[in-house]
């Protein structure tokens, strides 16, 4: 008997991956999102990693990644695509909060870099978790309805809505691609890279919507290529500099040519060769940018590795932060064990200023092999000393004819 969730639709099981393909139109062809490390056809994590849905989307928090949060949102259309495949591939909603698990992000990440992902497999996986009776989306809109229970919100009511309706950003990306639609001789097994053209699988960064929205325009692929403003970004030129690069000198070495002799010992001086500590680093800087072919990248490519050279310098700073912990704390450990060698060796120092010489025997000691004997202390028959070895009777004024006019202990009483 086939289980509970298996129902006979036809010549196949409604739930299994044949009928995610052919009813919703699911790609079968590709990496498994969610499968284990050693199954067949499994997503790599050198495809698409946990860090790279960081990247896009920030860390996890609750154990999701929230695509449409304020300021870190997808566009409109990218949204759109998203939680239709979500719908399709969960048989729900996505949901009040908008947020999606690892393995579903992965899948995400390894088509935007140009990889093909098996979401049928992924979707009858994931609808067969805990052995649970699998129900269709209008199953589980009824369902819902007969127990009381509020069903998912956020549907995608229009599943065939016209995508170019929608805002979009130069990032967005088209999920559950199928391979077959492509040209087989650009195809290098699940990577359609060759075959689709302007994707860039290394870049995966934070989303441009929210740079770009509200008046400031999005950068387009037919953007001219000489664009002062990405120069602008890149090198930090004026429009004093632009014009004196274009008659064929170079901003940075104009105006180190244009620096005189410093005196590193005054504070003018020492601007100075800051400034020059600057102009170097720009100058690297254009040197790394012209290698990398960056004068010849289109708008929305030059805006791409701007944010992966932003990316390679906060790692970087990460770094430099890591190594200068480890610094410190080595540096704290050793000054606190020299402090407390110092204080030792103090005591040390002291103790043998205290010891008599020859050792650390006592002056009986020393004198074993002599009739020694300790001096007797001093007997002092001063009234004024104020070493008790011997007392003395009180001696009153004579003026006092006998009366007595001093307080006086009880011990000086019985004395007298």
Not at 395 to 405: A, F
Request: contains cysteine; charged residues 30%; proline residues 8%.
């Amino acid at each position: 008997m086939p289980p509970a969730r298996a129902q006979i639709h036809g010549a196949r099981e409604k739930g299994d991956p044949r009928w995610f393909h052919e009813e919703e139109g699911l790609n079968k062809r590709g990496y498994v999102p969610g499968a284990a490390a050693t199954a067949a056809f499994s997503l790599p994590h050198n495809v698409a990693s946990k860090s790279m849905c960081e990247r896009r989307w920030g860390p996890m928090k609750g154990g999701k990644f929230w695509y449409a949060k304020p300021g870190q949102s997808e566009s409109p259309r990218q949204c759109y695509r998203i939680e239709r495949l979500y719908q399709i591939t969960h048989q729900r909603p996505i949901g009040r909060y908008k947020c999606i698990g690892l393995a579903f992000a992965r899948g995400l990440i390894a088509e935007k870099r140009g990889f093909a992902v098996d979401w049928a497999t992924f979707a009858a996986k994931i609808c067969a978790r805990g052995k649970k009776e699998f129900r269709t989306f209008e199953e589980l809109r009824r369902h819902c309805r007969e127990i009381g229970e509020p069903f998912p919100p956020n549907e995608i009511k229009k599943l065939d809505l016209d995508e170019d309706s929608l805002t979009g950003a130069p990032d967005d990306w088209l999920v559950n691609r199928n391979p077959d639609l492509l040209d087989p001789n650009l195809l290098q097994g699940f990577d359609l890279t060759l075959a689709l053209p302007g994707v860039m699988p290394n870049i995966v960064h934070r989303p441009l919507y929210c740079s770009f929205r509200e008046g400031e325009g999005y950068p387009t692929e037919t953007e001219d290529e000489t664009d002062a403003s990405d120069d602008d970004i890149l090198s930090n030129k004026t429009p004093q500099g632009a014009t004196a690069s274009a008659q064929g000198g170079d901003l940075a070495n104009d105006m180190a040519r244009s620096v005189p002799a410093r005196d590193d010992s005054t504070p003018a001086g020492k601007g100075k060769r800051k400034h020059d500590d600057d102009v170097y680093i720009i100058e690297q800087m254009n040197d790394r940018a012209m290698a990398d072919g960056y004068h010849h990248m289109t708008g929305y490519q030059k805006l791409s590795y701007l944010y992966d050279r932003g990316d390679e310098l906060d790692a970087e700073r990460r770094k430099r932060k890591a190594v200068e912990d480890v610094q410190e704390s080595w540096l704290k450990s050793e000054r606190a064990q020299a402090v407390q060698r110092g204080i030792e060796n103090m005591m040390s120092d002291s103790d043998e200023l205290f010891q008599p010489p020859g050792g650390t025997q006592t002056v009986a000691e020393d004198h074993e092999d002599e009739d020694y004997e300790d001096p007797a202390p001093p007997t002092m028959t001063s009234p004024y000393s104020p070493l008790p070895f011997k007392r003395l009777p009180l001696q009153l004024p004579k003026d006092t004819q006998g009366t007595r006019t001093l307080a006086v202990s009880d011990d000086e009483e019985e004395s007298a």
